[in-house]
């Protein structure tokens, strides 16, 4: 009969009628093999079966990026499924009819508004905002004038250990002494330089031609009176240049004339006058006796002077404090109309002879719209100017910063290693 359509049967065992064969003869294999394989799963972490289905699994829904990577490689996606998938910050128009009057705006419909147009979470963000949270703080700078963190500020120093008293100390931070003085203005006609200075009227992209005409004008006389210079500059070289080759053809000639005297002919520059011409005769100890008697004198009569002088101004005290008083009140008034005179038109492109460190200012770049860069459109306009380059060229106009060089190629710094002998300088105690 075929095993796989027998019917069930169970494991032959010997008799087990007798007492000597209950223990004998009964089989707990079985039972050994669950209890080797509970106490295997029991050192690797507890028993299976008794484990919940989320210990046991875990849920991938990200993905393997090593597979995405093989099958891009091999799939492309489209063109126009790149397209689809970027998602804009601009919500889709809502295509659901209204009824009534809005005031406009048209927001959609799966968001529910309030009776302002402002939607919950909008209305919690501004409220938090506005009555304070950790997102104030985190992220709004405050305006009051107190820093949060001062790096000039005495940090606690730390004690340092006896037992390296060897060792040098570290040098506490110190603040500059140009960090409480008022910054120095480097326009040539000393006035306050705003922050942001108000554009003239000729420098608009339409502007009015008198303005217009008024500014070409102007930019066209100075161009007329760099060149001018200019072409002076260069006439005054070429000047220089003449006379120093002048000179060096006489030289020539007097090392031609000097060599001629070896050979028996002597110039006129080797005769007795000359020489007592170039080298004068020294003074006698009378007549040096004599000039310093005469700048003695002359010493004297400014000394009596400067005296005299002081004792006048000690009598007349009280009419210098009162010129004083006036020089000062006349100063204040300029001073005043200097800081009023924000309205005023500032060229910021003259500036003072002495500048604020070793680099010259980078030249204002012209604004200005010639004839045929008119145009009658906002549309034909082409971008011209750098905001962040003007706002740096202001701040070193005010005085905030100085003026440097652009470094394209930082140079190294040189290293040079030596074994310092502090390190045996020191005592032990008994």
Request: hydrophobic share 30%.
């Amino acid at each position: 009969m075929d095993r796989s359509t027998a019917p069930p049967q169970q494991k032959n065992q010997p008799s087990r009628k007798g007492k000597r064969a209950w223990r004998k003869n009964v089989d707990v294999s079985e039972v050994q093999e669950g209890l080797e394989l509970v106490r295997v799963e029991v050192i690797k972490g507890g028993i299976i079966a008794e484990k919940s289905s989320d210990a046991l699994f875990t849920l991938d829904a990200t993905g393997s990026t090593t597979i995405q990577k093989s099958y891009n490689k091999v799939h492309k996606p489209l063109r126009a499924d790149q397209i689809l998938a970027q998602r804009s910050a601009v919500p889709a128009i809502d295509s659901r009819k209204r009824s009534g009057i809005t005031d406009g705006v048209v927001e959609p419909g799966n968001k529910r508004r309030k009776s302002n147009g402002v939607n919950p979470q909008e209305y919690e963000r501004l409220k938090l905002r506005a009555y304070g949270s950790e997102a104030v703080t985190k992220d709004i700078i405050k305006a009051d004038g107190i820093p949060k963190h001062d790096p000039w500020a005495e940090h606690n120093v730390e004690v340092q250990d006896p037992r390296f008293s060897y060792l040098e100390k570290a040098k506490p931070v110190r603040a500059p002494n140009s960090l409480s003085e008022a910054p120095i203005s480097l326009l040539g006609s000393a006035k306050a330089m705003p922050a942001v200075a108000k554009p003239r009227p000729g420098t608009s992209y339409n502007p009015a031609f008198e303005e217009w005409d008024r500014l070409l004008t102007e930019e066209g006389n100075k161009e007329v009176a760099a060149e001018t210079k200019r072409r002076q500059v260069a006439k005054a070289e070429e000047v220089e240049l003449a006379r120093i080759t002048a000179a060096q053809n006489e030289r020539d000639d007097l090392l031609t004339e000097d060599e001629s005297a070896w050979e028996g002919i002597e110039s006129e520059y080797e005769g007795a006058e000359w020489l007592k011409k170039r080298r004068p005769e020294r003074k006698t100890p009378a007549e040096r006796n004599k000039v310093n008697r005469r700048k003695e004198a002359e010493r004297q009569v400014k000394r009596d002077a400067e005296r005299k002088r002081r004792t006048q101004q000690a009598l007349q005290i009280k009419a210098i404090a009162q010129q004083m008083h006036a020089q000062d009140t006349t100063k204040n008034m300029a001073l005043a109309t200097v800081g009023d005179s924000s309205e005023e038109e500032i060229d910021d492109r003259v500036l003072r002879r002495r500048k604020l460190g070793k680099n010259a200012l980078p030249a204002k770049p012209l604004e200005l719209v010639l004839p045929d860069e008119l145009q009658d459109s906002l549309r034909l306009l082409k971008p011209e100017g750098n905001l962040l380059g003007d706002r740096f060229r202001n701040l070193m106009v005010r005085g905030k910063i100085e003026s440097r060089k652009p470094i394209s190629q930082p140079k190294k710094a040189r290293r040079t290693y030596t074994e310092k002998w502090t390190y045996k300088d020191f005592t032990v105690s008994a």
